[in-house]
């Protein structure tokens, strides 16, 4: 039951301008991290495996390895604490969710690269 009220209220936390970035994209996420009175800015970089919600309540999941470990962070699309997301390599995948690569090590984790659709030294 949504009420015309708390959409307007929604509407006023929810980020304008949004970097286009899909499902198995190579992301660089800059987050905000308060240690203390201190604040600084970390970046995760991974795969995105899952996005899901829609407008304050969209998600993305990211996953990288470290030391041989998965890692892997949700992170709330309109957070103030998200300060920029980058995609730096978009991945060519066939699914919504990609939580197959949980099981995959090494080389298997890599997805390849999806060419863009402009071919310039074609005629």
Known sequence: MDSKYIKMAEAKSVKKELPKF????????????????????QIFTGTVIARKGIGVNETFIVRRIVNDEGVERVFPVNSPNVLDIKPTRSGKVRRAKLYFLRDRVGKAVKLSQRHSTHTSNQQ
């Open 22 to 41: 899909e499902i198995g994209d190579t992301v660089d996420v800059h987050c905000r991290i308060v240690e203390g009175d201190k604040t600084r800015v």
